[in-house]
């Protein structure tokens, strides 16, 4: 079993900063993925959508919206996962979650799911208030 516990959510302003944090307990399987998802109000889980993975060998994965201003990064020491954006907009306010999955597996080659389906542990989520 997999707990998570999202950090480091507030309020920034436009054309700022922000790291979020994931703290992970429990055990991690040989193969897995980590994700970042964000959540639009009204939506559930199954609208949440992804914005970057990496799995047990450090491939990372982003979302084309996000790609050039996010970096996803994992301290195995301290089992802490970070998605560091820069250059926030109003657009990426939203609640944002951390979960833990495993990854499809097609023709041999292994990738991270991007449905939230394919995840099955979550942390509680932390808010992104972007202000202009």
């Known amino acids: 079993h997999v707990d998570l516990m999202e950090s480091g959510g507030g309020s920034v302003q436009a054309g700022g900063s922000l790291k979020l944090s994931c703290e992970i307990s429990?055990?991690?399987?040989?193969?897995?993925?980590l994700g970042w998802f964000r959540q639009p109000p009204g939506k559930g889980r199954d609208g949440r959508q992804a914005?970057?993975?990496?799995?047990?060998?450090?491939?990372?994965t982003y979302a084309d919206s996000v790609r050039s201003r996010l970096t996803i990064s994992i301290n195995n020491a301290k089992n802490i996962m970070y998605h560091e954006m820069k250059n926030l907009k109003p657009k990426d306010a939203d609640t944002y979650y951390c979960?833990?999955?495993?990854?499809?597996?097609?023709?041999?080659?292994?990738?991270?799911?991007?449905?939230?389906?394919?995840?099955?542990?979550w942390g509680q989520g932390t808010q992104v208030i972007i202000s202009s």
């Open positions: 979960a833990k999955g495993s990854p499809d597996i097609s023709d041999g080659v292994f990738s991270c799911p991007t449905a939230p389906s394919g995840y099955d542990s």
């Open positions: 914005v970057a993975a990496i799995d047990n060998d450090g491939i990372k």
């Open positions: 429990g055990y991690l399987k040989d193969r897995y993925c």
